[in-house]
C-alpha cells in the first residue's frame, strides 16, 4: 500500500506556503516614511480637530512618552510634530508643530497658514 502524501510532506508543504505569503506581504508593505513634508503639514493642519493617531501611520516616529503617548516625528526643515495623548484609541490631546527655534502651535486648535515654518 502506497501512501500519496505522508503527514511529514504535507506538513512540509504548509510551511513552505506560509513561508511565501509572508514574503509576499512584507514586499507590499511600505517602510514608513522618514518625515513630513511642508505640504503634508499644511494637510494635516487642515483637518484640525478631526487629526486622530492614524493620520501618521505611515510616518516613522520617536517615542518618547512615559505615562502618555507622545509620538515625536521629523518634519523637512528640522522642526518636529509632537502628537500627546492618554490613548491610542481616543483622539490625541495635542499635535504640536515644534519649529526649530522653540515656537510650537497646535494643529488641533490653531491653523498654520499664518504661522511661518520655513
Known amino acids: 500500500m502506497s501512501k500519496r502524501n505522508p503527514p511529514a510532506t504535507r506538513l512540509l508543504l504548509l510551511i513552505v506556503i506560509l513561508l511565501l505569503t509572508g514574503c509576499q506581504t512584507l514586499q507590499k508593505d511600505q517602510a514608513p516614511k522618514v518625515s513630513i513634508s511642508v505640504d503634508e503639514l499644511r494637510a494635516f493642519s487642515e483637518k484640525g480637530g478631526k487629526l486622530g493617531w492614524n493620520d501618521f501611520a505611515a510616518y516613522s516616529y520617536q517615542d518618547e512618552g512615559s505615562g502618555l503617548f ?27 508643530v515644534v519649529h526649530k527655534d522653540g515656537e510650537q502651535i497646535d494643529l488641533l486648535r490653531q491653523n498654520i497658514e499664518n504661522w511661518s515654518i520655513y
Open 70 to 96: 507622545v509620538r515625536n516625528y521629523s518634519i523637512n526643515g528640522g522642526h518636529h510634530l509632537s502628537v500627546i495623548g492618554k490613548s491610542l484609541d481616543q483622539q490625541p490631546d495635542h499635535v504640536y
